[in-house]
């Protein structure tokens, strides 16, 4: 992988992580595109990569990680669950869900999901509006709602504010919760792939390596801080169709 690889991969994770469209279908066109093979050492700089969307996040929330905010987190560990569990039990049928046409498909289920949500969405005063008031059976809620996004083309992002809307978020905190969450949850993947994959590191082209982790991580930070301003006089909607585009783009690409 050169620098142009890593620069291009890096932006693409660094803007897509977090948003309800799914990292996984755009690193796949992306790779296929730039001619960029899936073997061990590319797993190695995903790594990398998702530690630096996982940095920005914890930057920008730095005010909530700490000891005064354990209660929150213990809402967030206990969302984790869920996937944790049923991810590790299933680890290896969810592997063999792994192709193009069911990300594709994924990608159009989950914008229509979005569209209907939206449609009969109603914004309402009883909404929790701060993302430390969230109940714990709430926040239960949305991690079992997590656990969709073990199927490939889901996004993780969006199974979690989808979960988060269903139970009476409002959209700022349904992304809010959903990017504290990636914390435990991308920690713990990317963990377990650091694990895996630790070897390859002796052979990776470090320039490459360091430039892409800067680049995802300024790209998440800017991306956060865009999203949740759009949120703000904004919808899912087009989120919802920008998905059944590029699930039918991809479809056709097939």
């Not at 909530?64 to 049928?93: C, E, H, S, Y």
């Not at 349904?174 to 650091?194: C, H, K, N, T, W």
Request: charged residues 15%; aromatic residues 16%; glycine residues 8%.
């Amino acid at each position: 992988m050169d620098i142009f690889q890593a620069i291009i991969i890096g932006i693409i994770e660094g803007f897509t992580e977090f948003l309800p469209i799914s990292s996984t279908g755009h690193m796949i066109v992306a790779s296929k595109f730039l001619g960029v093979a899936e073997t061990d050492l590319t797993k190695a700089y995903e790594v990398i990569i998702q530690f630096a969307a996982i940095l920005a996040v914890m930057l920008i929330y730095r005010e909530k990680i700490t000891f005064r905010k354990i209660n929150l987190w213990m809402k967030l560990l206990f969302a984790f669950l869920p996937l944790a569990i049923v991810g590790f039990i299933f680890k290896d049928q969810v592997k063999a869900l792994f192709s193009v046409q069911v990300v594709a498909w994924m990608f159009i289920i989950g914008g229509i999901i979005f569209l209907i949500v939206e449609h009969f969405y109603q914004e309402k005063e009883t909404h929790v509006k701060d993302v430390e008031k969230v109940s714990w059976t709430q926040a239960w809620w949305v991690g079992f709602a997590q656990i969709f996004s073990l199927i490939p083309g889901t996004s993780r992002a969006g199974a979690t504010i989808i979960g988060g809307l269903l139970c009476g978020l409002d959209r700022k905190t349904s992304a809010e919760f959903s990017f504290l969450l990636a914390i435990p949850v991308m920690a713990a993947v990317s963990g377990y792939d650091l694990l895996k994959h630790y070897h390859e590191f002796v052979h990776a082209n470090w320039g490459a390596f360091l430039v892409g982790f800067l680049v995802a991580f300024v790209v998440a930070y800017a991306t956060i801080k865009l999203f949740l301003a759009f949120l703000q006089r904004f919808t899912f909607v087009p989120f919802g169709i920008y998905r059944i585009v590029f699930g039918v783009i991809l479809l056709v690409m097939l």
